[in-house]
């Protein structure tokens, strides 16, 4: 294996099972008992943030900033 000393663009991959993902809908209905993996982001709550009642995403605001840790 030559190597080239940065990150190249593209790069070969041997030896990985490929994974198929499923086709995430342009729509969110809200009818689950939780939010798809989708919703997931940085700094995530660790208290519940938010509420799903009949069809509708209910979010409980925080103070927070982006700048703060």
Known sequence: MQ???RVLATE???GLTPVVF???PVRD???E???R???NFLRTPFEK?????NGKL????RPNSVSED
Not at 58 to 61: A, K, L
């Open 49 to 53: 943030w938010y509420q799903l009642e």
């Open 12 to 14: 070969k991959a041997t």
């Open 22 to 24: 499923k086709k995430e």
């Open 37 to 39: 993996f989708c919703w």
């Open 58 to 61: 209910i979010i409980n605001v």
């Open 29 to 31: 209905e809200f009818d």
């Open 3 to 5: 190597t080239v000393g």
């Open 33 to 35: 008992d939780s939010l």
